[in-house]
């Protein structure tokens, strides 16, 4: 779906964006000039981290639905359309933990994760990357960039997150599968790999700093800026060579793996 209106602006989708992480990506990219759809699936929430972007003056609208619903993943991406004109970055941020070792992780718990996890990346990924298509066949606006969001747990283990483990590893997979068919659209697709991060949920934990601070080389546990900083690279031009890699910002923690459980 195009709309006739022409944009020279960038588009960017973000999924799981109300709080945390996404909400920080989303709030940097609209501060540097990219016109920002941002879903939650809480809609007050939503609405909410969209209207904080605009109050802070960036362009910003919220689109709250399921984003591991594929009929939804397809809304947002004709709603990008319809609002702003196009669809040049896609960040699927949307995800879910649950603890639990193999022994007492339910069916209903493993699909739960890997309907958000998996699921609902793969088919952002895909249906963004058709309208990326669709916009250089019609107006001449190539390429664009795909980001996927793993976790230090895809590359080591860690207790109590055997299905979680099993998504971030697979999406630094589909990352570098996706090299075959997303390149010659000019559109290069990346992960990154976040360590323990102090968000609205980690700091409600009064253990996890001086926890993760011990454990961690570099002394602290990363912050939101920390991950910010590094999407907003792999979503730049400047790394427009860059695709299917996985970038991990953990402050060294997966270079000794020490888990949080251990003295």
């Keep these: 779906m195009l709309t006739n209106q022409?944009?020279?602006?960038?588009?960017?989708?973000?999924?799981?964006?109300?709080?945390?992480?996404?909400?920080a990506i989303a709030k940097a990219l609209a501060q540097q000039?990219?016109?920002?759809?941002?879903?939650?699936?809480?809609?007050?929430?939503?609405?909410?981290?969209a209207e904080a972007i605009r109050q802070a003056g960036g362009l910003c609208e919220a689109c709250p639905g399921d984003a591991s619903d594929v009929t939804f993943v397809q809304r947002l991406v004709d709603t990008a359309v319809d609002r702003f004109g196009s669809v040049d970055?896609?960040?699927?941020?949307?995800g879910i933990t649950v603890f639990g070792d193999i022994f007492t992780t339910t069916p209903e718990a493993f699909q739960k994760i890997v309907d958000l996890n998996l699921r609902g990346t793969f088919?952002?990924?895909?249906?963004?990357?058709?309208?990326?298509?669709?916009?250089?066949?019609?107006?001449?606006?190539?390429g664009g960039s795909v980001l996927f969001m793993s976790s230090v747990v895809g590359h080591i283990a860690h207790p109590?997150?055997?299905v979680y483990s099993m998504t971030k590893a697979g999406l630094e997979m589909l990352a570098r599968q996706l090299v075959i068919d997303f390149s010659p659209l000019g559109i290069n697709v990346n992960a990154i790999a976040p360590g323990a991060t102090l968000t609205e949920r980690t700091l409600d934990d009064p253990d996890y700093i001086p926890t993760w601070s011990r454990i961690t080389p570099m002394g602290r546990p990363g912050t939101v800026d920390d991950i910010t900083n590094?999407?907003?690279?792999?979503?730049?031009?400047?790394?427009?060579?860059?695709?299917?890699?996985?970038?991990?910002?953990?402050g060294g923690w997966s270079s000794v793996g020490v888990p949080p459980t251990v003295e």
């Design 6 to 23: 022409p944009t020279t602006k960038t588009t960017a989708i973000i999924t799981g964006a109300g709080i945390g992480i996404g909400f």
């Design 33 to 49: 000039g990219t016109q920002v759809l941002l879903n939650d699936f809480d809609a007050s929430v939503a609405e909410q981290a």
């Design 89 to 94: 970055l896609a960040i699927a941020n949307a």
């Design 123 to 142: 088919f952002l990924a895909q249906r963004a990357a058709m309208q990326m298509r669709q916009q250089a066949d019609t107006i001449g606006r190539r």
């Design 160 to 162: 109590g997150l055997p």
């Design 230 to 250: 590094a999407a907003l690279f792999l979503l730049s031009p400047a790394s427009r060579h860059i695709t299917g890699q996985s970038l991990v910002i953990d």
